[in-house]
């Protein structure tokens, strides 16, 4: 009886297709080698590119094709992920499917970094991972995520995110000053400013950088802003001669500020 039913035509042809598909897929599966750094953890890039575009390392910062200082922490979260990428998955090495796994011939989106440079796929269909691949090889790598093409590309996605950025629930005094007038408060104080205040005064943002020189300008507040573990921040905003609104925390670099922004922050001295 057994043997009638694995004689019948219709099991053994189901037996074959179970055996085609799954040796299939064995023989397909991506295949784990011994894991290999994407980049050198020995080396320290001066300029990391993507394609036509660079961050460029000067004095200690992190610069954006020379046009304005790059959010340091986006810049130090990238570089932490390529020196933790570990090559330990060969998920293709057949170029027919490259285009299907994000790697286009025509726009290809490369990185250099240093002088390693491999190709980060498109596709977005899996954040927990990326896959890369270097251009003298037919193989794409499976390895952690290293972040968006589309942010990488954009220039916007560089810029600092707050001019502060501080703990506004840490904060414990503010010390306030213009040319005719000074204000301290504590949080102990029944004048002590409400929590959308103490929200822009931590993250105050910036629209545009301005430079490295303060604007021309004929009215200028300090804030000096104290924390509850002894550290403090001074911010410096100001109205330039041209009606333009400023804001700086280490008069080194001075970005343009939102005008209602500027007025809710000087309103503390009125």
Known sequence: MIKKIFLNPVILSFLALTLFIGTYLFLNRPKTINPVALIDSSISPSSICFNQTCLQLKDD????????????????SLLSSLYEANLDTIVSNNPDKFEQLGFSSNQPFLIRVGETVFELSSSLQNVSDSLVKFNDQNQVYETNYLGSVINFS????????????????????ISASNQIKTLEVTNQDST????EYLDLISHLTPIDYFGQTQPESNIIYDFNISLDD????????GQSVDKLYWASVDHQFYYSIDFTEFKTLTSILI
Do not use: H, R
């Open 61 to 76: 910062l992190w610069w954006y094709q020379d046009q304005f200082p790059a959010d340091q922490a986006k810049v130090d």
């Open 192 to 195: 002590w400013p409400d929590q």
């Open 154 to 173: 954009d220039p916007a996605f560089w810029q600092p995110t707050f001019i502060t950025n501080l703990a506004s629930y840490q904060i414990k005094k």
């Open 230 to 237: 002894n550290t403090s921040q001074t911010l410096t905003i």
